[in-house]
């Protein structure tokens, strides 16, 4: 079945540095790839997306780049905020079979300390 | 403004007091889903409605009862909650191959 690994939280980064999440997946087909956000006590908010190889999903400086051949879609930030600290989950769609189940990762807490 | 709402958005009952969380969309979506989520899990889909009357489990249907009589509504049913289904709740629609929108959540606790 599918399946998502998603980096181990929880981060702690100091403003300005380089972030990365790892995130890793297992699908038949060609699924679509996606990030979501979740802020405190809010719901999950898509950060951005990629539906085919080589694809580079971007948005609020973040940025994932769909890896066939690694079957990755890594999460990266070159000068993280205070206002970055959220969970992030990695998570995958295979659209067309009926079902829009998105298969999500565990989730990573990240915490950016001024 | 795209909106997915829900509610209550915390509610805490005992075991065996039936309750609905509401859910609604309007966008015009299809396709609505019901999520739970839980420390060290992630989400998980517990069920889907295709449109009107068209409703299929998820992966973690037990215990759960949907209906779909309207569009833009998709209430979640716990007949009869248990301890272990205590847990934050997430309601989300989407159309076809479109970016899926999730309400805001409801926190759950059953004693």
């Known amino acids: 079945g599918n399946s998502v690994t998603q980096m181990e939280g929880p981060v702690t980064l100091s403003e300005e540095a380089f972030l990365t999440i790892n995130c890793t997946y297992t699908a038949t087909g060609y699924p679509s790839l996606f990030w979501y956000v979740q802020y405190p006590g809010e719901g999950l908010q898509l950060l951005l997306k990629a539906t085919k190889a080589d694809d580079k999903g971007s948005n609020k400086g973040f940025e994932a780049t769909y890896r066939k051949e690694t079957t990755s879609f890594h999460l990266e930030k070159g000068s993280v905020q205070v206002s970055d600290s959220a969970v992030y989950f990695c998570?995958?769609?295979?659209?067309?079979?009926?079902?829009?189940?998105?298969?999500f990762g565990t989730g990573t807490r990240l915490t950016i300390i001024p | 403004e795209a909106q997915v709402t829900q509610n209550p958005r915390y509610l805490i009952t005992v075991t065996g007091k039936k309750l609905t969380v509401t859910c609604s969309q309007n966008?015009?979506?299809?396709?609505m889903s019901w999520y739970r989520q839980d420390p060290g899990l992630g989400l998980r889909q517990i069920y889907y409605s295709m449109n009107v009357e068209v409703t299929d489990k998820g992966d973690v249907p037990e215990g759960y009862k949907v209906s779909r009589k309207e569009k833009r509504n998709f209430p979640l049913i716990l007949e009869s909650p248990s301890p272990n289904q205590t847990s934050l709740y997430f309601c989300a629609s989407t159309g076809t191959g479109e970016t899926q929108y999730f309400g805001p959540g409801t926190r759950l606790l059953v004693l």
């Open positions: 998570a995958l769609r295979r659209s067309g079979f009926g079902n829009e189940k998105l298969t």
């Open positions: 966008m015009n979506h299809e396709y």
